[in-house]
């Protein structure tokens, strides 16, 4: 019996694509594995009404991780058009997969390095290695929105003395998207923030929030962050709102180490941050709880490039790295990045997005070869 079953999900488009050329990677080292493949997706979401069918929230609960390809987040109203004609007409609503992943097994933690490796041309400074932990089941994702605005929520809602200026404007032309945030939501990404950083050495925290505006929510956040950063007195902490980060992350990206935010702004920081070290296709995450892990690049499934084996598969590559760290396999993570670091420091074989010709595949057998 093999050491680990971890769960495949190619999911759409070029997410295919990628998850072959990390599998090319992932085989090369020897892994004590067996790897299982499951449906997530577009297709199953047009033939079954379901993009994350039940077989497959089965398969990750008897796997060890997962690791995640792309797939496409389309607006409800296509979603709907595009159903099997026997589905059409029955209410179904299409929900992101990866977020009901995140929900289901509590992956509270959305974890993206963001390092430049010497040699690549993307880079838009040298030597910038930061980390963001995003908070990734509440926030402004909760999932918690309204339209048009049901009767009951206009009601509590008109208790708030800045509702009167809506009070006269009809339920279908309101819409209402919430953000939750919780004292236990905010106090483990935080803490997971200060952990990471006092287990590799790092030495500050930033938390990335906007109270001044967001008083409620914000302050929530920034109080507890306060707290737990209290009981880490030798790491450094700071406070910096969304906006002026977005700005700081530019002009002085060394001076930041680990930042920590609440779900839409860690998803916009972090995009930022990885446009600073080459884009999206070195942008990897993972999705980590206490019992599991699912690990993905960040970048969509690219329809325009499906079949063409055209993208970067780095982003992929180090997705699966960020897994066997995960999994405890620290010498075969270590092995995999350095040959992808040698492999963009030659400059060899490098994607259209590098300047280069080489396909997919071709940078997934170059990381191989150095292993």
């Known amino acids: 019996m093999a050491k680990y079953r971890l769960a495949i ?53 008897e796997t060890d991780a997962c690791l995640f390809g792309a797939i496409t987040s389309k607006p409800k109203e ?25 929900q289901i097994f509590d992956l509270y933690i959305n974890l993206r390095p963001c390092k430049a490796y010497p040699g690549n041309p993307l880079n838009y400074k040298e ?57 236990r939501g905010c106090e483990r990404i935080v803490r997971a923030a200060f952990e990471y950083a006092r287990k590799y050495k790092r030495k500050s925290v930033t938390l990335v929030e906007k109270p001044n505006v967001l008083r409620e929510t914000g302050g929530l956040m920034l109080r507890v962050a306060r ?41 916009i920081i972090s995009d930022l941050a990885a446009q600073l070290v080459g884009g999206l296709g070195f942008a990897c995450a993972g999705n980590i709880g206490d019992k599991y892990a699912v690990f993905e690049p960040t970048h969509g499934s690219a329809p325009k490039y499906t079949g063409l084996y055209k993208v970067n598969p780095i982003a992929t590559i180090l997705a699966a ?18 040959a992808v670091a040698e492999v963009i420091s030659e400059g060899k074989v490098r994607t259209y997005d590098m300047g280069g010709s080489a396909t997919t595949l071709d940078v997934a057998r170059a990381v191989a070869e150095k292993l």
Not at 81 to 101: D, F, H, M, N, W
């Open 127 to 183: 030597n910038i290695d930061l980390v963001i932990f995003r908070e990734n089941t509440e926030g402004s994702y909760a999932g918690v929105e309204f339209y048009p605005l049901p009767d009951q929520v206009r009601e509590a809602l008109m208790l708030h003395p800045k509702m009167k200026d809506f009070k006269d404007v009809p339920a279908d032309q309101i819409a209402l998207s919430t953000r939750i945030m919780t004292t």
């Open 227 to 267: 707290q737990v950063a209290a009981e880490y007195p030798d790491i450094k902490f700071y406070e910096a709102n969304v906006d002026a980060m977005c700005m700081w992350l530019l002009k002085n990206p060394h001076d930041y180490d680990v930042l920590v935010a609440e779900n839409l702004f860690g998803d």
């Open 321 to 338: 790295k960020m897994m066997l760290d995960w999994l405890g396999e620290t010498e075969k993570a270590g092995a995999l990045e350095q």
């Open 9 to 61: 999900l190619p999911g759409d488009g070029v997410g295919k694509e990628v998850i072959e050329a990390a599998m090319i990677v992932l085989k090369k080292l020897n892994l004590d594995a067996e790897y299982i493949y499951g449906d997530i997706g577009w297709e199953f979401w047009c033939r079954e009404g379901n993009a994350l069918p039940d077989r497959t929230i089965k398969l990750l609960k």
């Open 78 to 102: 296509d979603a709907a058009r595009e159903l099997a004609p026997e589905l059409q007409g029955k209410g179904l609503t299409y929900v992101s997969p990866i977020v009901r992943l995140r």
